[in-house]
């Protein structure tokens, strides 16, 4: 399949929309790995200028645009083989951004001729949804497919990886506090490895005639709440906090409450989200069918956390000798 991908995307010119963060810049090492030409495209592309050394010379570039602009996006996909979508928000214009703003993305990259293009939504995208960013995922997904009916439609699970906003949001507040609150304690989540979804993307831009016009969810390979989430993260560095595990009413209560502070920790929004869950669905298109075999958060944890242990790597105090 390595090889097949390889022959697949080399030479191609592909356009990573909304490139610069997270997981842009592991879709961008996957694509550079498989001789993909790359142009990488967002509102602060400066903020991937980080990926210039892994590409040869004139294998990169960087391109400014803007989901609310629709002319800037028909700039940046001219002359792509192939457009991938990762665009996406939890505030402001939600619509604009990852809702009718993405169908004219896919109307742009359909337009220029681009013979593949890859939407990445999320598990949870719901038209009947309770919020707000359900509701304008599930637009987005339906405004792609309008616009170009051959897109390969990728559901994410919560993504984690070594330099990721989730686990190491977790692994921080362990660290610094012997006691913790925990927010939907029995919510499940189905964590997917940062480089496996990345592989799904460039399994999807290889074989659009094999997976154009499908929907994918995508998950790693076991369910895992929101409790033993942290407790794993907490045994991989060493320690023993003591875990409050809140309920449902009072959670809800304190998202609503303090949800409308510019810093507060829980809105009402992503409090529904979480009590959701994050797994894939029981019949979905997955990882398999894209020849991918995604690898478990208890493969990486022990090294990730090695940083956050009391001591370090050490594991304890050195002595004066």
């Not at 790359?38 to 903020?47: G, K, V, W, Y």
């Not at 509701?135 to 984690?160: D, I, W």
């Not at 895992?224 to 023993?240: F, K």
Request: include cysteine; charge should be positive.
């Amino acid at each position: 399949m390595a090889g097949k991908m390889v022959a697949a995307l080399n030479g191609k010119l592909v356009v990573l929309v909304g490139g610069s963060g997270f997981l842009g810049s592991h879709v961008a090492q996957e694509l550079l790995a498989a001789g993909a030409r790359l142009r990488i495209a967002s509102r602060n592309p400066e903020r991937a200028f980080k990926l210039k050394p892994l590409a040869n010379l004139g294998q990169v570039q960087f391109a400014r645009c803007d989901m609310t602009k629709p002319e800037s996006l028909a700039r940046v996909v001219a002359g792509a083989d192939a457009v991938v979508n990762l665009v996406g928000a939890f505030g402001g214009d939600l619509d604009a951004v990852q809702g009718s703003g993405v169908g004219a993305l896919a109307a742009a990259a359909r337009a220029a001729g681009a013979g593949a293009f890859v939407h990445v939504s999320a598990i949870g995208a719901d038209a009947e949804g309770e919020t707000a960013y359900a509701t304008t995922k599930a637009a987005g997904e339906a405004a792609v497919l309008a616009a170009f009916p051959k897109a390969t439609v990728l559901r994410p699970s919560v993504l984690f990886g070594p330099d990721d906003k989730f686990i190491n949001m977790f692994a921080g507040l362990i660290a610094a506090a012997p006691v913790l609150p925990v927010f939907g304690p029995e919510a499940p989540f189905q964590p997917l490895f940062v480089d496996d979804c990345a592989a799904a993307i460039a399994a999807a831009l290889a074989d659009p005639a094999s997976h154009g016009g499908k929907t994918f969810e995508l998950g790693g390979p076991e369910v895992l709440t929101m409790l033993e989430i942290n407790q794993r993260i907490a045994a991989a560095q060493g320690r023993s906090p003591l875990f409050l595990p809140l309920p449902d009413a009072a959670s809800a209560a304190f998202a609503t409450l303090t949800g409308w502070l510019p810093l507060a920790p829980l809105s009402r929004d992503q409090w529904k989200m979480l009590k959701a869950g994050n797994v894939v669905a029981p019949k979905a298109k997955g990882l398999k069918a894209l020849g991918i075999t995604p690898r478990p958060l208890g493969l990486f944890l022990d090294r990730w956390m090695v940083r956050f242990r009391k001591h370090g790597r050490f594991g304890t105090k050195a002595s004066a000798a």
